[in-house]
């Protein structure tokens, strides 16, 4: 595969993210899918086909797209989050929690796979658990909004 392959197929998956976010779901897939054929070792790929799989409620394919960026790079938190978020949804708490920790000690300072580890403990009452993540998280949060919220809930 050569240079052109890798920045064509980054160059849709940048228009495929523009298109999801703006909520144009049907023409983001068709970018993440062509940016697939030019290169399908492209984590990024996976990682948003994934997302707009799960968005657009099909999470058996949203969990392979997740699964072969998790085999591509081992070492990287994303794969694991983006699986542990997947399962968060679907109920399957267990195995949401196994994800999103193998996320974390890959990345421990990501706040966001810290606030979702947090979510989950307080959906399954583990209130304790949750406020000890919360007073871990706390101090590494500027936004006044995210900082509100957290205070709220640790009370």
Known sequence: MGIFSKKKAGKLVEEGMELHRIGNLRAAEVKYVQSLSFDPNSI???????????????????????????????????????????YHSQG?????????????DLQPGNINVQLNLAQLYMDNTRYTEMKKMYSYILPKVKDPKLRAFIEGRMR
Do not use: C, F, V, W
């Open 44 to 86: 990024e790929a996976h990682l948003n086909y994934g997302d707009l799989l799960k968005a657009t409620q099909r999470p058996k394919a949203a969990e392979i797209e997740y699964r072969k960026a998790m085999i591509m790079d081992p070492e990287r938190g994303e794969p694991h989050a983006s699986l542990g978020s997947l």
């Open 92 to 104: 399957r708490h267990e195995e949401a929690e196994a994800e999103y920790n193998n996320a974390y």
